[in-house]
């Protein structure tokens, strides 16, 4: 039978791998992302179904006392924001990117011909192909 | 051979000692082609011996990977409505030689794009057994999953109609950033999946005459397996 925090760790797991999954699928994340998230998702939920394997590594590194239920909540808390912010940073990384390569062309485009830059986006082409 | 408007693109990261020979023969081969390196933040004189060899540069403001400076070529392509793009390396590896090669399919056998192919043609350079296991791994998974023969899905020595820089762009666009390691798989598979006609053309690669590629790693190469698998599930899902 599982206890309180084992259920909380399989629950918390499941979560982040149902996330990762619909992040991807939604491609708001890139297939290195997916592949950190789902690893740290299955690390937790295998250690979080399979306690004893939680124990032995507590006796490795020395740490036998019982884990508080802050220290859990704080973990998983911390793994949540982790979680967001590595969303955040991969979305904004893409953004960012798109944005010096249209304005590395725009500054060749005004090199060249003078004239104003033309700026691209995915809507704008939509709009002109129609 | 080709009297519509060519553009060679040339994206490049610190390569100020392949660079300007590469501009400089590609522009003793074919003088009515248009050059240009996209200059991707490099922190060496990459930018200037381009210039001085006599191509047209387009600098990043920073180092933002392979497959940003690739796209930053088609979006010149695109907006200066070249008839067919060709890309290079800056490393060395790719012989100008052989862009006539690349566009021949092209401009006489309606193909819409051509993939250089090492392994189409003997004597050419061999690879690690580790790029070479990557090579056939994504080569055959492409191949199985679109049902064509691709015999080197890796190939950065490519060219495009305008047709399909047209297609291929908006798709760029729209998606998030597309991993370096995986840039020309998914676009091979993009390109299959959109109806766009590609052909296969032997080239010669050479050896890197200086530095390391920056493509590979073993920490990439270990994770590259699981990461294509993932990119072309999420491929065929779209």
New interface residues.
């Given amino acids: 039978m599982l206890d309180r925090y084992s259920l909380i760790g399989l629950l918390f797991a499941l979560f982040i791998l149902l996330l990762d999954f619909y992040l991807?699928?939604k491609?708001?994340?890139?297939?290195?992302g997916?592949?950190l998230w789902f690893i740290i998702g299955a690390i937790l939920g295998l250690f979080s179904g399979v306690p004893a394997l939680f124990s032995l590594l507590t006796i490795l590194f020395g740490t036998e006392e019982l884990i508080s239920a802050v220290t859990v909540s704080g973990f998983f808390f911390f793994l949540l924001a982790f979680f967001y912010l590595y969303y955040r940073i991969?979305?904004l990384?893409?953004q960012v990117?798109?944005l010096?390569?249209?304005?590395?062309?725009a500054?060749?485009?005004q090199k060249?011909g003078g004239g104003n830059p033309?700026t691209?986006?995915?809507n704008e082409?939509?709009r002109r192909?129609k | 051979m080709v009297s519509q408007k060519v553009l060679v693109m040339v994206p490049a990261y610190n390569e100020e000692k392949t660079v300007g020979e590469i501009v400089k023969t590609t522009l003793a081969l074919y003088p009515s082609f248009k050059v240009v390196v996209v200059d991707d933040g490099s922190e060496d004189a990459t930018a200037q011996k381009a210039r001085e060899a006599g191509a047209d540069v387009v600098s990043l403001p920073f180092h933002c990977g392979g497959s940003i400076a690739i796209q930053t070529g088609y979006l010149i392509a695109d907006r200066q409505g070249y008839d067919y793009t060709v890309k290079i390396d800056a490393d060395g590896q790719h012989r100008p030689e052989d862009i006539s090669n690349l566009l021949d399919p092209l401009v006489n056998d309606g193909a819409d794009m051509t993939m250089g192919s090492r392994y189409l043609k003997v004597n050419s350079e061999n690879c690690s057994l580790v790029k070479e296991s990557g090579r056939i791994f994504s080569s055959t998974l492409v191949s199985l999953l679109r049902r064509m023969e691709i015999t080197d899905v890796t190939s950065g020595m490519r060219a495009w109609t305008r047709k399909a820089i047209e297609t291929l762009l908006p798709m760029y666009m729209e998606r998030r950033y597309i991993e370096d390691s995986v840039f020309w798989v998914v676009e091979t598979f993009l390109a299959s999946k959109n109806g766009l006609r590609m052909q296969e053309v032997p080239i010669e690669v050479l050896p890197r005459r200086y530095g390391k590629s920056k493509s590979y790693s073993l920490s990439k190469m270990l994770i590259y397996p699981l990461r294509l698998i993932i990119t072309l599930l999420e491929q065929i899902k779209g």
């Fill in positions: 991807l699928r491609r708001k994340i890139e297939g290195r997916f592949v991969s979305e990384h893409s990117t798109k010096a390569m249209e304005l590395s062309v500054k060749y485009g060249q033309q691209f986006s995915a082409d939509k192909r």
